[in-house]
């Protein structure tokens, strides 16, 4: 039986995505509806492989834009569990950019969205 700590440790979650065209804008930069599309995806399967438990979405915190994302670049979405209330728990999600022909990485978009466990009847339950 794993503690919350190996728990919290081994639900962390990391997605590689190739900034491509159908992903951009007309500034050349990744959508911020993609970003926050694909944030609220690796949260939830950050959520789900720490509970093991059906989950939904009931709430998403403020969401940073720190740096624009330019196309042609890859980004790293990285799904951390915050902390854990009785039948929720908060994910922090942050995406990296990384160049593609140079080491060059850095943090551009955070935030942070709220998961509740639920039982068959739609109904919440402990999230441990
Ligand atoms: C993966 C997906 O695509 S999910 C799709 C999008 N999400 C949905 O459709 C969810 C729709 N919402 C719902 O079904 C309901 O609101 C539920 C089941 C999530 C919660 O039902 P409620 O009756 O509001 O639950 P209740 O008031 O008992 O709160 C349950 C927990 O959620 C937390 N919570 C409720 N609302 C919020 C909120 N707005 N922000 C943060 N936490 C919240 C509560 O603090 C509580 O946490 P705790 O037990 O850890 O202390």
Do not use: C, W
């Not at 990744?30 to 093991?52: K, Y």
């Amino acid at each position: 039986m794993s503690t919350i700590e190996e728990r919290i440790a081994g639900a962390e979650t990391r997605i590689f995505k190739a900034v491509f065209p159908n992903t951009t804008n007309h500034y050349d930069t990744l959508f911020g509806g993609t970003a926050m599309q694909l944030m609220d995806e690796v949260a939830f399967i950050t959520a789900t492989r720490f509970s093991r438990k059906k989950v939904v979405t009931v709430s998403s915190d403020r969401i940073d834009f720190n740096k624009s994302i330019a196309g042609g670049t890859l980004i790293e979405l990285v799904g951390t569990i915050k902390s854990i209330g009785n039948t929720s728990l908060k994910v922090l999600v942050e995406i990296f950019i990384e160049e593609m022909y140079s080491d060059t990485r850095e943090k551009a978009i955070t935030g942070e969205f709220t998961f509740v466990a639920i039982n068959d009847q739609k109904k919440p339950i402990s999230i441990l």
